[in-house]
């Protein structure tokens, strides 16, 4: 079975500043998807960034960035200039991309991330 | 486009009670989930639907736990009779059928079992 660790429960950032949310995986599948999922407090869950295993290069979306490392398992977001708004829990999820009828969302525990000014 | 909608936001109810939770999916969305948010913990799937079959309900405790999807658009998830274990947010999510499509989220009914 597949599994997701995020082995930071907090992280902190200044303002401005970059930051980098771990996370690893542990799966026998060769292709599948990775996801980064930020929670604002009281808001729903919506998608930050996507990485589809079969791609070498990394995943950008604007100031977020992901370190994909197929080999070693691990999947790291890095947020460059840290906003107030960017304060939120993050989820790093897996979906297996064998058949359509297999495709749920695993996620890991999550990492509060808190913006100072 | 208008996103996944969840209803009630915020419900407590004593244990041995029952209660149901609501879930409009985007509009075309034939896939549609249940996870359960257990504070400090990530989302657990519950349920999975395509359509209106259920394609993944392993970890769904059939003794206490229903969901039903009729006519593939809207799903409602029921606990009867509900433990103190049970409160969590419950997440409810939808995407297109394909390979690797995004799962959009609702707002989620934060569950509190006294």
């Known amino acids: 079975a597949q599994t997701v660790t995020q082995s930071q429960p907090e992280m902190s950032v200044q303002e401005a500043e970059t930051v980098t949310l771990s996370c690893t995986y542990d799966t026998s599948e060769s292709d599948y998807y990775l996801f980064w999922y930020k929670q604002p407090p009281s808001r729903q869950m919506i998608l930050v960034i996507r990485q589809e295993a079969y791609k070498q290069q990394n995943a950008t979306e604007n100031r977020f960035s992901v370190n994909f490392q197929k080999a070693a398992k691990s999947f790291s977001l890095k947020i460059s200039d840290s906003q107030l708004g960017d304060a939120a829990m993050y989820f790093c999820a897996y979906r297996s991309a064998r058949g359509k009828n297999t495709d749920k969302l695993i996620f890991g525990t999550g990492t509060r991330l808190q913006v100072f000014p | 486009e208008a996103g996944v909608a969840q209803s009630p936001r915020y419900k407590i109810i004593e244990k041995r009670q029952s209660v149901a939770f609501w879930c409009n999916p985007i509009s075309g969305h034939a896939t549609l989930y249940w996870y359960q948010q257990i504070l400090g913990q990530g989302p657990k799937l519950l349920i999975q639907f395509q359509n209106n079959g259920v394609v993944d309900d392993s970890q769904l405790p059939k003794d206490r736990f229903s969901a039903e999807r009729l006519k593939g658009v809207d799903s409602t998830l029921k606990i009867q009779p509900a433990k103190l274990e049970d409160s969590a947010v419950y997440l409810c999510?939808?995407?297109?059928?394909?390979?690797?499509?995004?799962?959009?989220f609702g707002q989620g009914t934060r569950l509190t079992v006294v």
């Open positions: 999510a939808s995407s297109l059928w394909e390979q690797g499509a995004e799962a959009f």
